[in-house]
């Protein structure tokens, strides 16, 4: 009985495949890469793309990055089962904390269209919060050297795993698409504390409006984190009874240095417009979060681009500004310079979690056959107040205010 | 001697000058496209023609920078930009590209849904069914 039940289910899932006419199941393999190399003008601080990365790009290029913050080689595998069934797996090559397979893992989801207006996908998705981050992996799509990082620093999981709905409507000469989504993702990451890992449910939604030559999009994300930032030695500090009986007060703190069980909410819109010589980016976007390890954040972007033939040149300006709620620190009840010492470093650790940080890049892509295009950019940085949160922190000297990162590096897709 | 120059020229640039037409099956009832209905199915934008079916583009390897520059004034690369960000996000799939022109009509008269380009020379109206026509300028 169970071996007839496991056939008839095995039927029921392959019919498609089974009912489909000759040309399926119809298949395709493509992909895309990058490669460059990114220099910087300190040793003080790692530039990373987000804190996926475990290496950073520095000026003398010991920490390991350089060469592997840009560089990356994807690969997709397409099936069409039917007209209205379909798969994708694609799988990405790159430095990314974690089990390299399973986190390099992008897409893999089937996709059923039961009308032509309507997607309805299962599996593992992009995680589509911003006007390119299902994309952003894929240079030759862009014309920078990679998303402005003041902005994209901000959201690091790439993937979750759910399902999404969209549905098209066709309204005066372009269409809005409205897609929700809801999923869990698990995502490695990496921080000055070292690895850890972030689990969390999420659900949101997304509208797109396109017409000839524009793109609108606004977004609503929701995420609830399950799991825990490893920052047992300041958690151990704020729980310490003998710390609480000279300042009192302090384990009401621990909320603020944990990440368990707490929310953030995403709010973004972007634009985009190409007429085939001007090309225009810009997004803004508001992070709200419960907790001072990650804070509020406020960041938007704007980079304008010119054609000349197979030439772009462009500009970028950034920023990312933390507007957290300063967490008071209880004051020691007997002065004692230790004490103190402990009190300014509390402060430390929970007041200088978001970025006060402003870029502007100039850069150039060269289309030279239709699948490669040659790139440069450099970025100049600014901080104000520690802003560097989107950073890694390689050593105790002085943050310095002003980082210049200059990249060169080539884009395909075969 | 002169007669075969100029009919060697003629021929050579008659190819050169030829149209692309898009074609669909016979079974394919739907009227005549517009070249915005065009356009929006080759650049993922529409997936369904007119009568509401699936439409299953085919792409030309040898035509397709004529045929995009002509939909779109963009550049192949422009292109190939765009459509690496629609499928490579896992949200469209791109138009399959076939080598031949005997290959792209074969697909198309297998079935009803598929449209395609060719060279309007290689068209017989008895096998497909011409839907647009581009004109060389």
Known sequence: MTKKLSLLLIVFFLSPIIQADDQYPDWSVSGFGSFGYVGTDTNSLGFIRNRTQTKSATKSGESGGGVTTDSRLGIQLDVDFSDSLHTTVQWIARDQAGDFFEQNLELAFISWRPAYDLDIRAGRLALDTFLISDTRNVGFSYPWMRPPSDFYSKIPVYHFDGADIAKQFSIDSGYLTVKVFAGYAMSDLFGDVGMFDMEMPLTGISLVYETDNWLMKAVYNFQHIDTEIPNESLLGVINNPQFNAVMPGLSALASDASLKDTNLHYMSLGTRYDDAVWLMHAEISYLESETAVVGDVLSGYMSIGRRFSDFTLYSVYGIAHGINKHVDIPTPIVSDSRLLGLQSSLDLAINNNTPKQQSFSVGARWDVYPKIALKTQWVHYWFEDNGSAYWLHLDDATEPSQVNVWSVGVDFIF | ?137
């Not at chain 2, 009919?7 to 016979?26: C, K, R, Y």
């Not at chain 2, 422009?78 to 076939?98: D, V």
């Not at chain 2, 017989?124 to 004109?135: A, D, G, H, Y």
């Open chain 2, 1 to 137: 001697m002169k007669f075969i120059t100029l009919s060697l020229l003629l021929l050579f640039t008659s190819s050169l000058l030829a149209d692309i037409v898009v074609i669909g099956n016979l079974q394919n009832s739907n009227p005549m496209m517009s070249a915005r209905a065009v356009q929006e199915i080759y650049m993922g934008r529409k997936r369904a023609l007119a009568d509401g079916n699936i439409a299953q583009p085919i792409g030309h390897r040898d035509l397709r920078e004529a045929f995009y520059t002509y939909l779109t004034t963009r550049p192949i690369a422009q292109i190939n930009a765009y459509w690496a960000r629609l499928k490579f996000s896992g949200h469209r799939t791109q138009p399959e590209i076939l080598s031949g022109t005997a290959e792209v009509i074969s697909k198309v008269k297998a079935n009803k849904n598929v449209i395609a380009y060719i060279n309007d020379q290689h068209v017989n109206e008895s096998e497909v069914r011409i839907l647009f026509v581009i004109k060389d300028k």
